[in-house]
């Protein structure tokens, strides 16, 4: 079975790696080779992009997201959004979620992958029927983490309740990278057995684990898995694409990706990182203190910003204890 890649690099990427900085004018020169790739879906939207863009860097979050459509029109568009909270910090009414979604889906949006940071179905289910009923792809998703109360049979229940809801497909979001290779078997192993259904993977490298387990996600029967261009990877980030596209090459889940064409974007993003040094995270190799903290990578570059901001930056071991 041939694997599915997304590409976050115009997301997640660069929220893990630089504090969400990357302007939509360094994302547009490589836009075409990005479309010209064959991956699955590009996550370019939603997260803390729509924030960071009003916030910090003076864009038009729309104006973005038509723009890339324009400029990619041949590989699906995919965004993370926040259930009820949309790409808000608070619960929006359900008819504000459903407005919200046509919009999105009639600038260009293809793909939604609808989370709720506590795993509560309720606040997916409105985002995940409008989506369904503008005609996109919903993606429900399980948050995964590890405590006494997050068994195996969790993560099947609300499996079972998010396909009663309606979905497309299934997302598993490692946003911490705390999901061992043996427990990705397992999880991926049993989902499949049990529910028909396209279960899509997601890690963080943050602790070291991520490349581990999603192979062993793919030998499990996953169906899709998330990973980054490698100038744009590792460390609070994903994956790094060219490295599963090698590992998968030649076997039955090969990729069909031109490692020729990921180098020409990965030497692309190697140069434009460097304007965003002044917003890269402290984290060299990897972190072992997050398999406890369970911080998402997403969240550390800017949780260090803050901490900076308010000259605080040698406290970050502090907070993490916390």
Avoid at 92 to 103: C, G, L, M, P, T
Avoid at 208 to 228: H, P, Q, S
């Amino acid at each position: 079975m041939t694997i599915a890649i997304t590409d976050v690099v115009l997301r997640d990427a660069h929220q893990s790696l630089f504090a969400t900085r990357l302007r939509l004018d360094d994302m547009l020169p490589i836009a075409a080779a990005l479309d010209d790739v064959g991956y699955g879906s590009l996550e370019c939207w939603g997260g803390a992009t729509f924030d960071a863009c009003i916030r910090f860097l003076g864009e038009d979050p729309w104006l973005r997201l038509r723009e890339l459509k324009k400029a990619m029109p041949k590989t699906p568009l995919q965004m993370l959004l926040r259930g009820q909270n949309l790409l808000g910090y608070r619960h929006y009414a359900d008819d504000v979620v459903e407005r919200f979604v046509e919009r999105a889906v009639k600038n260009g949006m293809d793909v939604f992958r609808v989370f709720d940071a506590m795993n509560d179905p309720r606040n997916m289910k409105a985002a995940l029927q409008a989506v369904r009923s503008h005609g996109a792809h919903a993606q429900g998703t399980l948050s995964y983490t590890t405590s006494p109360a997050h068994t195996l049979q969790t993560w099947l229940d609300l499996t079972e309740q998010l396909l009663e809801t309606g979905v497309d497909s299934i997302a598993i979001k490692d946003m911490s990278g705390i999901l061992t290779p043996m427990a990705a078997y397992e999880l991926v192993s049993e989902i499949k057995k049990r529910f028909e259904v396209r279960l899509h993977l997601h890690c963080h490298a943050t602790t070291g684990m991520a490349e581990m387990a999603l192979l062993k996600a793919i030998e499990a029967g996953v169906d899709g898995v998330d990973t980054a261009i490698s100038s744009m990877s590792a460390t609070y980030g994903h994956p790094a694409t060219e490295a599963l596209v090698a590992t998968l090459a030649g076997t039955e889940h090969d990729t069909g990706l031109d490692i020729l064409k990921l180098e020409n974007i990965a030497a692309y993003f190697r140069e434009v990182r460097k304007k965003y040094h002044a917003f890269e995270g402290q984290l060299k190799g990897y972190d072992s203190r997050i398999l406890v903290a369970q911080v998402p990578g997403g969240m550390l570059t800017n949780l260090e910003g803050q901490l900076k901001q308010q000259n605080a930056a040698d406290k970050l071991d502090q907070v993490l204890a916390e």
